[in-house]
């Protein structure tokens, strides 16, 4: 029995565009890592937690710019038996690092 597949049965998947100004080549790397997961000078790591947080940082949930300092911290802190996971990992600002780890417990 022949199976013939009718162009109905094909899933569509829609692509978001590439904005006007950007460029694989250019400077923005935040831009093309939460874009893609296997961007050339990020790790697929990195790529893996800025879309899970939305291009957010967690802790103050505004959105990270190409300017600013981004800080890898672990949520459950290593002292703390907190692991090297992808789950336990974050990105917050530099700032926003600072101030979570003061209200960290000791």
């Not at 300017?67 to 530099?94: A, C, W, Y």
Request: hydrophobic share 35%.
């Amino acid at each position: 029995m022949i199976c013939i597949k009718e162009y109905t049965d094909v899933p569509t998947e829609r692509f978001i565009n590439v904005r006007g100004d950007k460029s694989l080549y250019g400077a923005d790397i935040l831009y093309w890592s939460f874009r893609l997961n296997n961007h050339p000078v990020m790790s697929s790591n990195v790529s893996k937690l800025l879309k899970r947080q939305k291009g957010q940082c967690n802790l103050c949930k505004l959105p990270f710019f190409t300017t600013d300092i981004v800080v890898r911290d672990h949520i459950i802190p290593k002292s703390k038996e907190g692991s090297h996971k992808i789950n336990n990992m974050q990105f917050l600002h530099g700032h926003c690092h600072k101030i979570k780890t003061a209200i960290d417990p000791k």
